[in-house]
Structure formats: structure tokens, C-alpha cells
């Protein structure tokens, strides 16, 4: 009896192990992190005035991120130690959370779960390896508070919204403390990360996702959904009526760039296009966004040729992967690749659509061949691997995508370095994952753990 108790607590251990290196790793980095632009300026808030006044000013002069920007001053003034343990810990969960939302836990045994666990984690350290810059840009306390907390805990919103709103046993189990316990933390997660605009828009476009899947299935939507949909039109509410966000605007377009006020729907789509191909087409750019790209249109290569043993269908699948080591090898072998210079040009500060024709041709068709590739991948996903899949992983590239495109929806367009891609590029390595998954399945004879 005594052993069997040992041997279920070494079990257990065992699955937790690689989220407690991962934690270490994560925690010795942020020793590594020195407070820097808006770290010192919430810092310097944090002892010279009064918060409250402080957040009401800013409120009425810059952002309508009240509740994350209370968070940010009390980290900044707080010795660092602190928020180095609690944003470690954020990372760690982030890398627990993607595991729970995507297995079906009645089907996940010991074994299973230390591969997935550790395959989470090895993304999570890509993912943060890939926005190291967007982090850096404006202060790594002021970002990681503003960005990557505010993920987490939509992931966790999410996460207690499909395993108590959508099993209405397991709400059903709990008594009336822990019902308002769960309540309560489904509905300050959804506040706090819809206090960033760009959290606010997707968690908006994952409700709707989620609302028309359950029109389609015949699903019967529970009544606690209407809530979190009144609580995210609160959200615009704050967001369009906040005085601080439009006198920003306002000012960021005089300072910044004036043209911007002549710009249509088009050029600003145009400009939030043009953002992400100009980070890849840096100097750097293939090199620092190069492994996520490579990971994810690889694992997508490799799970195409799984499902179809064909060879149309992979070589296709291929063709994003082929472009991106093409240019990793130019760049090992001959420094800037003179291409890549070429395609530089492309991008002026107005967008593409303002370029040469000749670039504008060149930029257009090798986007249209990476979305072709990536499009007819997903149609042979939706033959062979099942519609469920294809459309899960269409949903989050078209979120990653739109959080991406609203970019071109500010001024500051090209001034605020990579913070806005952070979603863009959580939502790759969560297909990455969702693939992988997918293939260590197909390989398992036993039940799958998946939920769809």
C-alpha cells in the first residue's frame, strides 16, 4: 500500500518535472532583464505620486489600460525579485494551459502527459526565444504586463469557460463557494486581458467563433456566455469612450506620421501587411523569426504527408518551407542576401501598395504562394484529418492573423516595434503544437486525447 502511494507521488513528479525546469530556466532569465524605458517611468510614478491620481490622468490623457497600468506601477516601484518570480510563474502557466485546453483530460494517462508537458514547454521557450525583442522594446516589466499577462489569463478564461460552462457536471459538482470562486475568476481573467485592446478583439472574434460553431453543431450556448458578452461590450465601451485613447491618437498622428490621417481602410490593412512582411525581410529577420516559421510550416509538411502519402500534396505543403531555407542559406553563405535587400525596398512607410510595380509583383506572389500553400494544406487537413481540425486551426490563424492587421490600425504602426506580433506569434505555436499533437497521435494505437 505504501509503495503504491510512492510510486503515484513519483508518478506525479515525473509529470510536473519538465514545467519545474522549465519554471527554473525561465526564472534565472528574468535575472538577466534590467528595468529599462517604461520600467523606469512607472517606477518613478510609483514613489513620486499617488497612484490613483496618477492612473486617472493617464486615463484622461493616454490609455484606457487602467487595470493593467495599476499592475504596472506597483511592479515597477516593487524590488524586481518579485515580478521576476511572478512572471516566471505566467510563462509556466501559459505552458500549463495549453495542454488543458487542448486534451480531453478523461483520456490523458502519466505517460502522455509528461510528452505534452514537455512538448509545451519547448514551444513556450521558442514562442519567448521569437518576441525577446517585443518585450524588450518599451521595458520588460511594462510589456510582459501588457502583453503576455493579459494572454495568460485569457488563455485562462477560455480554459474555465470550456471546463465548466460547456460541462455543466463539473459545475454542477461543486458547491456554491467554489461555484462563485470559479465565477470570479472567469470574469476578472476576461477584464483583465480585455483591458488590452488587442486581447479585447480577439477574445470578441473567439466568442463569435465559438457562438457560431454552437449554432452549427446544434449546441445549446450557456446562458453564462451572455454575460461574458456583456462584459467584453463593456470593453469597447471603455476602449472607444476612454479620452485619453483618442487624445493619444490624435497626438500620435501630428507627431508621428500625419499621413496617416489620409489613409483608407485598404492602406491600413495594406500597412498592417507590410509591418509583418518588413520584420521578416530585416537584416535579422530571417534568422530571428526564422525557427518558428521553420518549426511551424515544418510540422504542417510533416502532417500533411502523414494524412495523405502523396506526393502533390506535400511538395505544395513544402513550398513556404523551401522560401525561408532558401534564404536562411543565402544569408549563412553571403551575408544580407542582395534578394533580400531587393524585397526590402519593398516596404515603404505608407505600405506596399506605395511601392514599384516591380516589388509590388515580387512581395505579392511570394505572399500568395505562402498563403496558397498554407490554404490548400488546410483543405487536405479538412479531407483526411477531419473538419473539426481544419477548422480549430483555421480559426487561430485567422485570430494570429486579424491581431496582426490591426496594427495598421494605429499611427504608431512603425514605432512600436514587435509588441503587437506577441499575439500573432502565440497563435503559430499553438498550431505548431495542435500538429504535433496530431502526429504523435496518429502514431498511438490507443484512445485520442484530443478534443476534436
Not at 523606469?40 to 497612484?51: M, P, V
Not at 510589456?143 to 454542477?172: A, C, D, G, Q, R
Not at 479585447?200 to 472574434?205: R, V, Y
Request: charge should be positive; glycine fraction near 4%.
Amino acid at each position: 500500500m505504501i509503495t503504491t502511494k510512492l510510486n503515484v507521488k513519483k508518478s506525479s513528479l515525473l509529470i510536473y518535472l519538465p514545467l519545474i525546469i522549465f519554471f527554473i530556466i525561465i526564472f534565472l532569465w528574468h535575472f538577466r532583464l534590467i528595468p529599462a524605458g517604461d520600467d523606469l517611468y512607472f517606477s518613478k510614478a510609483y514613489y513620486e505620486q499617488n497612484i490613483f491620481v496618477f492612473l486617472a490622468w493617464h486615463y484622461e490623457t493616454w490609455t484606457s489600460r487602467l487595470i493593467i497600468e495599476f499592475f504596472i506601477t506597483i511592479f515597477a516601484g516593487l524590488p524586481q525579485i518579485i515580478w521576476n518570480f511572478i512572471d516566471s510563474a505566467i510563462f509556466t502557466l501559459i505552458a500549463v494551459i495549453i495542454p488543458k485546453i487542448t486534451f480531453n483530460e478523461n483520456n490523458l494517462n502519466e505517460k502522455k502527459s509528461l510528452i505534452y508537458y514537455s512538448l509545451s514547454c519547448v514551444l513556450v521557450l521558442l514562442y519567448i526565444y521569437t518576441i525577446d525583442g517585443a518585450l524588450w522594446s518599451a521595458g520588460y516589466i511594462a510589456s510582459t504586463i501588457t502583453y503576455t499577462w493579459p494572454l495568460f489569463f485569457m488563455l485562462l478564461h477560455f480554459y474555465l469557460v470550456k471546463k465548466y460552462l460547456f460541462n455543466e457536471n463539473n459545475l454542477n459538482n461543486l458547491n456554491i463557494v467554489k461555484k462563485l470562486a470559479i465565477y470570479g475568476i472567469m470574469i476578472f481573467s476576461l477584464i483583465f486581458a480585455m483591458n488590452n485592446e488587442i486581447v479585447l478583439f480577439i477574445a470578441a472574434g473567439a466568442y463569435v467563433f465559438i457562438i457560431f460553431y454552437c449554432w452549427y453543431k446544434k449546441i445549446k450556448i450557456p446562458k453564462s456566455i451572455f454575460l461574458m458578452l456583456f462584459i467584453i461590450f463593456l470593453g469597447f465601451l471603455n476602449f472607444y469612450l476612454c479620452p485619453g485613447n483618442q487624445e493619444r491618437y490624435m497626438k500620435d498622428t501630428l507627431r508621428r506620421f500625419p499621413e496617416y490621417s489620409t489613409f483608407t481602410i485598404i492602406n491600413k490593412i495594406d500597412l498592417g501587411i507590410s509591418a509583418l512582411i518588413y520584420k521578416f525581410i530585416t537584416p535579422y529577420g530571417p534568422v530571428k523569426f526564422g525557427p518558428i516559421y521553420l518549426t511551424f510550416f515544418g510540422a504542417l509538411t510533416v502532417y500533411i504527408y502523414s494524412i495523405t502519402k502523396k506526393k502533390i500534396p506535400l511538395l505544395i505543403s513544402m513550398l513556404p518551407l523551401i522560401l525561408i531555407l532558401s534564404s536562411l542559406i543565402l544569408i549563412f553563405l553571403v551575408g544580407y542576401s542582395p534578394i533580400i535587400a531587393f524585397m526590402n525596398k519593398a516596404v515603404t512607410e505608407y505600405g506596399l501598395l506605395h511601392s514599384d510595380l516591380s516589388h509590388i509583383m515580387i512581395i505579392s506572389a511570394i505572399y500568395a504562394i505562402v498563403t496558397f500553400s498554407v490554404v490548400y494544406s488546410l483543405i487536405q487537413i479538412y479531407k483526411y484529418g477531419g473538419k473539426k481540425l481544419s477548422a480549430l486551426i483555421l480559426c487561430l490563424l485567422i485570430l494570429g492573423f486579424a491581431s496582426q492587421m490591426i496594427k495598421g490600425f494605429s499611427p504608431t504602426c512603425w514605432f512600436t516595434g514587435e509588441r503587437w506580433e506577441v499575439y500573432y506569434y502565440f497563435f503559430i505555436t499553438c498550431v505548431i503544437y495542435i500538429l504535433t499533437v496530431e502526429l504523435l497521435e496518429n502514431r498511438d494505437d490507443e484512445c485520442k486525447i484530443t478534443d476534436w
